[in-house]
């Protein structure tokens, strides 16, 4: 059977090419990029997080940025996404001329600081004018918010639930279309998951965006089932797992998209993905990054006997 995206269920993002080589340090050449690009196209993703607008000399792995924006915008029916962590990389987006924007805003004061060396009020007022340049400059732009270290931080610990939902609130606010939760350490509990998004509904309503998971301990894909239970249907994934940290090995980074995609299909929640040509989309990433360390139970396991896509139906 052949997905329909017209029947899918829930969306996956794809942001491998974003989250996923931003944390390796080799750089993936633009011509294989291009074809994992069309590889993932092919499979059936319809959101693809294809890079990130920062100074080269920041992220040199990322420096292609525009040059795959423009491949990425002859893919039919694709969302093309790229973040920006400021309004310097807002304007070189929508020049660009991608689809959505996501601005990483941390609910965590600390990490907000180390990583973008902006506090939280700073960046809300950033996020006021990348607003007001995507309402000048190209008004059909989506403007995504995902709120990283929302389940917890590295470096401060705990985040209180409260200051998460008051800042999506002020977001809101500020003019974005779309506010998600981003566990970017891998903190989540599926408890957690579900009562925070189900706060973050109350909140924002419609305007509550992906979850965007991490698998650090395991329970990425728990993590998910329970945004989905909340209501989720967007979920930010990457391909292979890709992204998985140097320092732990084993424990792969983002939600790996073949487990996902297999485990909504299997439960007979339409993706729009075709599992084999996910799986054959590892083959451009492969090549152009040769020995680089990629994840996943589904693609090492095979399809279960008797497993046919879509045809879940309870
Ligand atoms: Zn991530």
Redesign the pocket.
């Known amino acids: 059977m052949s997905p329909s995206h017209l029947s899918a269920a829930v969306l996956i993002s794809e942001?491998g090419p974003r989250?996923g080589l931003q944390s390796v340090a080799r750089t993936m050449p633009s011509a294989d990029k291009r074809r994992w690009i069309s590889a993932l196209h092919a499979a059936g993703l319809r959101e693809i997080e294809v890079g990130s607008f920062v100074p080269p000399d920041l992220l040199p792995q990322l420096a292609d940025t525009a040059e795959l924006v423009a491949h990425a915008l002859t893919l039919p029916g694709l969302t093309v996404m790229a973040l920006v962590p400021n309004l310097r990389g807002a304007e070189a987006a929508l020049a660009a001329g991608v689809h959505k924007i996501t601005v990483p805003v941390s609910a965590s004061a600390a990490h907000s600081l180390a990583n973008v060396r902006k506090t939280r009020e700073q960046m809300l007022d950033e996020v006021r004018r990348i607003v007001a340049l995507r309402d000048e400059r190209a008004p059909q732009t989506t403007v995504e918010v995902g709120i990283s270290t929302a389940f917890g931080c590295t470096l401060q610990g705990l985040v209180p639930e409260d200051e998460v939902i008051r800042l999506a609130e002020q977001l809101v606010q500020a003019g974005v279309d779309e506010t998600g939760l981003?566990d970017?350490t891998g903190h989540a509990n599926p408890a957690q998951v579900r009562r925070l998004f189900k706060r973050l509904f109350g909140a924002v309503g419609a305007k509550a965006g992906a979850a965007?998971m991490?698998n650090t301990r395991g329970l990425g894909l728990a993590n998910c089932l329970a945004a989905h239970e909340a209501g989720v249907t967007t979920f930010?994934a990457s391909l292979g797992g890709l992204?998985g940290c140097p320092y732990a090995p084993g424990a792969s980074?983002?939600v790996v998209t073949e487990d996902l995609v297999f485990m909504f299909e299997a439960m007979g929640v339409a993706t729009g993905v075709d599992l084999a040509a996910l799986i054959a989309a590892r083959e451009p990433l492969k090549a152009g990054l040769p020995g680089e360390p990629i994840y996943g139970m589904t693609p090492e396991a095979g399809l279960p006997k008797g497993f046919v896509q879509g045809a879940a139906h309870v």
């Open positions: 942001v989250d981003s970017t965007h991490h930010d992204g980074g983002n």
